[in-house]
C-alpha cells in the first residue's frame, strides 16, 4: 500500500506576488491535491510574516473545502496560545457542520511569530497550553467539574462534534500528551533539527484509544522539491536557502526568484544557517524524493507525510507535487 501523502501549505507569497493573488493560489492547490489523491491538506498559522500568507486558517481551510470534494481540509494548525479555547471549539465544530468528515484540527503550543506581534494578538506565553489544551477539551466533552463557571454554557453549534485533533510538535514536548490523550500526532521535520523518531516513539508507547482516532496515527512533516532533473531541482531550490537565511538574519523580504537569489550576497553567517538547515529539505528528481520520503518515513515511524513545497514558481510548485503523486502512484 502506497504511503500516504498530504500537503501542508504555507501560503508563501514570491516577489513580485501580491498577497491577495498568493491568497487565491490556495484554491488551485487544494484542487489539485483533491483531484491527485493527496489525503489532506493543511494550513499553517503564521502572523507578522510578509511572506507568508495564512495568517488565518480557519478562512483558508472553509474557503479550500467549499471548492474541492474528496480531500480532508485543515489546520497546520491552530496556535493555541493564540487563542480563547472556546472560540476554537465553535470555529471548528462550524466547519465540521458544513463540511462533513473532512476537517481536521491541528493544535500547536507555538506562537507562529515574534514577541512584539504575539503581545498584540494578546497570545500567552505557552506555558498554560496544557492548561488550555485540557479546558478545549472539557468544552467538546462536557468535561467540567459541576461547580466549574464554565460548566453551564451552551457550545454552538451544538449536535455537532469537533473534527479529529492531531497535536503538533518540533521537539517532542506534545509527543506523550498526544498518546495520552489519544489524539493524532504530527512532527515538523519541514524545520526542526530534532530527530522525530524518539518523538514518534514516545506517542506511540503513551497512546490509549478514542472516540478520535482507535489507533495511533503519526504524520511526518517533511519539506521537499520535486523538479524532472536533479539540476533544475537544486536551481530552484535557491530561492528557499536564501529566503531562510534572510529571515533567520532578521531581513524580512518575499520569496526571491532562482536567479536573484543565485546572486544574491550572503554573509558568512548566513551561509552557515543555509548549511545547517538544508540538511532537512529534500531536493531532486521524482524517485530520488521519494526514495528520501519513504526512508525518512520508514526512520521516523510515521503512518504519513505531510509535504510543504517552497519555491517561487507557483507553475514549480504545482508540478512539483504532480511529480510527487505520479512518482508514489497516488489516486484520488
Do not use: C
Not at 483533491?34 to 493543511?42: A, E, I, Q, S
Not at 485543515?74 to 472556546?86: A, K, W, Y
Not at 494578538?121 to 498554560?128: F, H, Y
Not at 552557515?272 to 529539505?281: D, E, F, N, T, V
Amino acid at each position: 500500500m502506497s504511503l500516504p501523502l498530504s500537503i501542508l501549505d504555507l501560503a508563501p507569497v514570491p516577489e513580485g506576488t501580491t498577497t491577495p493573488e498568493a491568497l487565491a493560489r490556495l484554491v488551485e492547490l487544494a484542487q489539485l491535491g483533491d483531484r491527485l489523491g493527496y489525503t489532506r491538506v493543511w494550513y499553517a498559522e503564521h502572523h507578522g510574516m510578509p511572506s507568508i500568507a495564512s495568517s488565518s486558517p480557519e478562512v483558508l481551510i472553509a474557503t479550500a473545502a467549499a471548492h474541492t470534494n474528496r480531500i480532508r481540509v485543515g489546520s497546520g494548525g491552530v496556535m493555541l496560545p493564540n487563542h480563547v479555547p472556546l472560540r476554537v471549539v465553535e470555529t471548528y465544530r462550524t466547519l465540521a457542520a458544513l463540511n462533513p468528515g473532512r476537517i481536521d484540527l491541528g493544535i500547536g503550543r507555538a506562537g507562529g511569530s515574534d514577541g512584539r506581534t504575539l503581545r498584540a494578538l494578546r497570545a500567552t506565553d505557552g506555558n498554560d497550553f496544557p492548561h488550555e489544551l485540557a479546558e478545549l477539551l472539557a468544552f467538546e466533552e462536557n468535561g467540567f467539574p459541576a461547580d466549574h463557571p464554565f460548566a453551564t454554557i451552551p457550545v454552538t453549534p451544538d449536535g455537532v462534534k469537533l473534527p479529529p485533533i492531531h497535536l503538533l510538535g518540533s521537539s517532542g514536548a506534545s509527543a506523550s500528551a498526544a498518546g495520552q490523550l489519544g489524539l493524532g500526532y504530527a512532527f515538523a521535520a519541514h524545520f526542526s533539527t530534532t530527530p522525530p523518531a524518539p518523538a514518534i516513539a514516545a506517542y506511540r508507547e503513551a497512546f490509549r484509544p478514542s472516540a478520535m482516532f482507535a489507533a495511533p496515527h503519526a504524520t511526518l512533516a517533511v519539506s521537499a522539491l520535486v523538479a524532472r532533473t536533479d539540476e533544475e531541482a537544486r536551481s530552484l531550490s535557491r530561492s528557499q536557502e536564501v529566503s531562510w537565511a534572510l529571515f533567520h538574519s532578521g531581513e524580512l523580504r518575499r520569496l526571491l526568484p532562482p536567479e536573484e537569489a543565485a546572486a544574491w550576497p550572503l554573509t558568512p553567517s548566513q551561509q552557515a544557517i543555509i548549511a545547517r538547515q538544508s540538511k532537512l529539505w529534500i531536493v531532486g528528481d521524482p524517485q530520488a524524493v521519494k526514495a528520501e520520503i519513504e526512508r525518512q518515513a520508514e526512520a521516523a515511524g510515521a503512518d504519513e507525510v505531510m509535504v510543504t513545497t517552497t519555491v517561487w514558481s507557483h507553475a514549480a510548485r504545482l508540478r512539483s507535487y504532480e511529480l510527487l503523486a505520479d512518482a508514489f502512484a497516488l489516486s484520488a
